[in-house]
C-alpha cells in the first residue's frame, strides 16, 4: 500500500533539532531524525544540521510545520466589544505589545471564539524572517508556525496541562480551557547544570556530562523548589484566568528526567503528575521501549507532524 506524505513537523530547539515524518492515510509517525546543537547556535550551524537529517530522514518531502513557544509567539484568548475588523486589529497589536512589553514588530493575526471573544496569535516578525531564511537555504517550504501549546495538546490528549522543562525555560501549558494558558519560568536544564557545576567545583562541559550520567543530586534541591512553587502559582493563575480545575499534569522534557519532581508536585499540588511515556492520535514505528524512552524529546515534532490531520483533516 502506497502511503500518503505529509508536511514534516520540525522541532527547531535550544539545543537540538527534532523531525518527525508523518503518512497517511492513517497517522504512522515512519521516521524520526535529532541532533543536538550546541549552545548558541549560529543559523548557518542549524542550516547545516537540518540539511544533515533531512539527508537521514530520505524523504522527498519538503513541506514543514515548525514549532515555536511564547520566546518568539504568543498565543491568548481575547475579548473585546462590537468593532470593526480594522480596529479589532490595531486593539490586537496594543494588547500584543503590553504582553510582550516591547513595541518589536509583530505579525497578528484574530479568530473567533464567540461573539466577542477571540484567539489572539502573534509572533514576531523577525522570527518569521529568520525561519524563512533559513527555509531557503534547506529548500524547505514552511506551511505554518505552530504554537507549542497547541502540539503538545494534540499529541498528548487527553491530560489537563503539560510541564516542560527546556534548557533556558521551565513552561507550563495548561488546557482545561478553549485556548491553552501558557506560563515561563528562568529556571530549567541549564540552571541544574550551573548547580551541579558550583558544587562540584568544576567547568559547565563536565558538570552537564555528570548530569546526564548520575542526574542531579545532590544539587539542584532550591531549583526543584522553585520549579514545584511556579507550577502552583501557574495553577491558580489558569484557574483564576477561567480554566477549568487541573488534576492531571504530564512531565515532558528535561523534567522527565528528575526523578524527585513528580513527587514534590504531587505533594505539593494534589495533581496527578506522570511522564509523558505515549503519545495519541497516531501509530509509531518504533518498539514500545524506545518511545516510551524518546517520548519527551520526540513531542513536539510529532504533535506538529499531526498538525495535517488535526487542522486539515483529508487535506
Known amino acids: 500500500m502506497k502511503h500518503q506524505s505529509f508536511p514534516l513537523g520540525i522541532d527547531l530547539g535550544t539545543t537540538g533539532i527534532r523531525i518527525a515524518e508523518i503518512v497517511g492515510p492513517e497517522p504512522l509517525v515512519r521516521n524520526i531524525v535529532t541532533k543536538t546543537l550546541p549552545p548558541q547556535a549560529s543559523e548557518q550551524h542549524i542550516i547545516q544540521t537540518l540539511e544533515f537529517l533531512l539527508k537521514q530522514l530520505q524523504t522527498k518531502e519538503r513541506r514543514c510545520i515548525i ?7 504568543i498565543v491568548r484568548e481575547l475579548s473585546l466589544p462590537p468593532m470593526a475588523r480594522h480596529e ?9 505589545q503590553r504582553l510582550r512589553n516591547t513595541d518589536q514588530p509583530s505579525s497578528v493575526r484574530l479568530e473567533r471564539l464567540a461573539e466577542n471573544r477571540f484567539v489572539l496569535g502573534s509572533i514576531f516578525d523577525s522570527a518569521i524572517e529568520r525561519l524563512q531564511r533559513i527555509m531557503r537555504k534547506t529548500k524547505l517550504r514552511l506551511l505554518a508556525v505552530d504554537h507549542a501549546s497547541y502540539a503538545f495538546r494534540r499529541i498528548h490528549q487527553p491530560c489537563d ?5 527546556g534548557f533556558e525555560q521551565t513552561r507550563f501549558y495548561g488546557f482545561t480551557a478553549q485556548v491553552p494558558f501558557t506560563q515561563s519560568l528562568d ?7 550551573q548547580a551541579i557545576a558550583t558544587l562540584f567545583a568544576i567547568d559547565q562541559e ?18 526543584i523548589a522553585a520549579i514545584v512553587q511556579f507550577v502552583g ?19 515532558t522534557g528535561n523534567g522527565a528526567r528528575l526523578p524527585m519532581l513528580p513527587l514534590r508536585l504531587e505533594r505539593d499540588t494534589g495533581c496527578l503528575v506522570e511522564i509523558a511515556t505515549r503519545f495519541h492520535g497516531c501509530q509509531i514505528a518504533f518498539a514500545d521501549d524506545l518511545v ?6 520526540w513531542a513536539l515534532a510529532c504533535g506538529a507532524a499531526l498538525w495535517s490531520f488535526a487542522e486539515n483533516p483529508g487535506t
Open 187 to 193: 529556571i530549567a536544564g541549564n540552571s541544574f547544570t
Open 233 to 251: 502559582r501557574a495553577i491558580r493563575a489558569a484557574r483564576a484566568s477561567g480554566s477549568g480545575e487541573i488534576e492531571r499534569i504530564l512531565l
Open 67 to 73: 514549532t515555536c513557544d511564547d520566546r518568539h509567539a
Open 161 to 165: 496541562a503539560i510541564l516542560d522543562i
Open 206 to 223: 563536565s558538570a552537564e556530562s555528570r548530569k546526564r550520567l548520575h542526574g542531579i543530586a545532590p544539587a539542584g534541591d532550591g531549583e
Open 292 to 297: 516510551r524512552t524518546a517520548a519527551p524529546e
Open 88 to 96: 479589532r486589529l490595531q486593539a490586537a497589536r496594543i494588547e500584543t
